[in-house]
């Protein structure tokens, strides 16, 4: 689906931290609340919206959302033993791991495991225990189904059985798959950032969250990965608004906690902090979130072309499908050095690779000429909308650029009028 970006604007500015105008919901018509609803299963801002905005919302869509909550909350416990399995198949096989995103985001970023909606169990693997996790989670009867090849973990393990969809995202009996995960961040596809995460597996700690126990990452690296996540989605074209929402409740709710932010400081190098700063920066433009002197320090650091970005496109960029329409793009070259590296994500982003699954469905019609074929029919049949998205980045591109020279020249009108000051002093 494509956005609407009415309701996204409505619910974006219902949840802000602060100067939250839930208001805004009740100019919505009828016919809008079902798109807002599936914006928001989708986005996984439905739970949040029932928390902070109930009274704002129309007595059928609160009935509907407090089912949402009894079930999510059915299905907090059907995670909780699913993870508790795994685990001690994990401890009987010597298989080492630590827990990333769902539950583990509780309480820092999400009040309750029971208020936030989880889908999968994703379990970070050192290298020595992969295959044995792997050759773990087949025993207990999980299979791999097909992954995006850009996904930064191995393919998706489900364990089949009876259950069938039946169209409630929130579905008490709904099994968790689970995924493993072997790197933080994909340094080689993403061409910037830390090259070295080994900490965040060194400096892991033992969490307990409603009597479940489990190993998660240290406060101060789970923040750097969740920022990653936003980061990564956000240069991908498909960033969750779950995720900068959940950093933003975390940035606002530390914002005065001097000693954590020291040790962050101290703890993350230059290239961490400075693509922690692009998400920092992308959840308090959309969320208004209070955010502590250090992380602000950080965020005044980025490239202006970044700066002129978040106001026009951050909120555009809280999308519920891989979008042709790659804003980030001119994100993504601001954080890259190499003029090398440049060219290549340019290009990359420019001639695309079409997913080999989309492929085969869409070059259906083409009876015979095997593979290649296909493709071919498959490229000329998106030349109009890939040029149209070509156009559309330059446009977007020429805005950005516009923008980030007039903040040089504020920047620069401070600096003189700042020296005229101490002059006349």
């Not at 609340?33 to 949040?48: F, G, I, K, N, Q």
């Amino acid at each position: 689906m494509a956005e609407n970006p009415r309701i996204v604007g409505a619910i974006v500015d219902a949840l802000r931290f602060c100067n939250a105008d839930p208001k805004k919901l009740h100019s919505l018509s009828d016919s809008e609340w079902p798109e807002l609803l599936e914006y928001a299963d989708l986005s996984h801002l439905t739970l949040p919206l029932a928390l902070n905005c109930r009274s704002y919302l129309p007595e059928w869509v609160r009935d509907r959302i407090d089912q949402n909550l009894r079930d999510n909350s059915g299905r907090w416990h059907l995670i909780k033993a699913t993870y508790d399995e795994v685990k001690s198949a994990f401890i009987s096989s010597g298989v080492q791991h630590v827990v990333l995103k769902g539950f583990a985001q509780c309480p820092d970023y999400a009040p309750h495991p029971r208020t936030r909606f989880q889908s999968d169990i994703d379990l970070y693997c050192p290298h020595t225990s992969l295959s044995r996790a792997v050759e773990t989670l087949r025993q207990l009867g999980y299979e791999a189904v097909a992954t995006s090849e850009k996904s930064d973990h191995l393919p998706t393990m489900i364990r089949r059985g009876d259950w069938k969809w039946r169209g409630n995202s929130y579905d008490p009996e709904m099994p968790p798959s689970v995924e493993l995960h072997d790197v933080f961040w994909n340094r080689q596809r993403m061409r910037l950032g830390p090259s070295d995460l080994d900490q965040f597996w060194s400096q892991r700690r033992v969490q307990n969250v409603d009597d479940l126990t489990y190993a998660a990452l240290h406060p101060v690296d789970n923040l750097g990965f969740s920022a990653l996540q936003v980061l990564r989605d956000l240069l991908n074209g498909a960033l969750f608004a779950h995720k900068v929402y959940e950093l933003a409740y975390f940035l606002h709710h530390k914002a005065n906690d001097d000693i954590f932010w020291h040790q962050w400081r101290h703890t993350h190098n230059d290239d961490l902090r400075s693509c922690e700063a692009v998400s920092f920066c992308l959840a308090q433009t959309c969320f208004s979130c209070n955010i502590a002197p250090q992380a602000a320090e950080q965020i005044a650091a980025l490239p202006r072309t970044i700066k002129a970005w978040m106001p026009m496109y951050a909120q555009g960029s809280l999308t519920t499908h891989r979008s042709a329409v790659k804003n980030a793009l001119w994100v993504h070259l601001a954080l890259i050095d190499s003029v090398d590296e440049r060219l290549t994500v340019f290009m990359r982003t420019f001639l695309r690779t079409p997913d080999p699954q989309r492929l085969l469905v869409e070059s259906a019609p083409v009876q015979g000429g095997g593979r290649w074929m296909r493709y071919a029919f498959y490229g000329v049949k998106r030349i109009p909308r890939h040029a149209l998205s070509i156009l559309s980045m330059l446009y977007h591109g020429a805005r950005t650029l516009l923008a980030s020279r007039r903040i040089r020249r504020s920047e620069t009108r401070n600096a003189e009028d700042a020296l005229e000051l101490e002059r006349t002093a």
